[in-house]
């Protein structure tokens, strides 16, 4: 009998789960990068925080806030409006 090309014994993740496994991890890059000092990676984290993209949203870990490269720091940043 041919094949359809399909294996029965793979587990078939729902494409919502791996979006989600992605941004997880893109977040966890960005993060990354941000402590490291890249200043756009920064802002991106910022955003990904308040936005709650790839991470539960939460302000508070971006108002006052900013990266350098010892980790978090006082700052006037703030991206509320």
Known sequence: MASSGA???HHR???SEVVSDCVKRWFQDSLRE???GDVSMQVLV???Y???YGVPRDAQKIVGKSLD???FKDSVIC???
């Open 46 to 48: 910022g955003q990904m």
């Open 34 to 36: 941000a402590k490291s």
């Open 50 to 52: 308040y936005s709650g």
């Open 7 to 9: 294996d029965s014994s």
């Open 13 to 15: 993740v729902p494409l």
């Open 79 to 81: 991206l509320e409006s």
């Open 69 to 71: 490269d010892k980790g």
